[in-house]
């Protein structure tokens, strides 16, 4: 069983940045592959960006590339998103979640979830 915790979220605007930070209990973390992902309002759940247990794999959704940044910390228990040049399409509730197994960007094949954090971005 892995909980998770995101933080870091917050009103920021367009241009700016954040970095958002989901920590996880459990002695598995290390074996999990984490993903991140957003829902606005009135919206489906997408995916934006994952990273495999080992940190050597990664993907982005295309909007995202080149702006945004997953990373973990393995000793720390901790998975992160760096955001920059955010733009207010960006806007959205960002949750983390977890998977024993490969990264993938199906929000369905992920059982472990955080509660979400509220990313805003003002024009």
């Known amino acids: 069983q892995v909980q998770l915790v995101e933080s870091g979220g917050g009103l920021v605007k367009a241009g700016g940045s954040l970095r958002l930070a989901c920590t996880a209990s459990?002695?598995?973390?290390?074996?999990?592959?984490m993903g991140w992902f957003r829902q606005a309002p009135g919206k489906e759940r997408e995916f934006v960006a994952a990273?495999?247990?080992?940190?050597?794999?990664?993907f982005y959704e295309v909007s995202v590339r080149g702006r945004f940044a997953i990373s973990r910390d393995n000793t720390k228990n901790t998975v992160y998103l760096q955001m920059d040049s955010l733009k207010p399409e960006d806007t959205a509730v960002y949750y983390c979640?977890?998977?024993?197994?490969?990264?993938?960007?199906?929000?369905?094949?992920?059982?472990?979830w955080g509660q979400g954090t509220q990313v805003t971005v003002s024009s």
């Open positions: 990273i495999s247990w080992s940190g050597t794999t990664t």
């Open positions: 979640a977890g998977r024993a197994g490969d990264p993938t960007g199906a929000y369905y094949e992920y059982p472990y």
């Open positions: 459990g002695r598995t973390f290390s074996s999990y592959a």
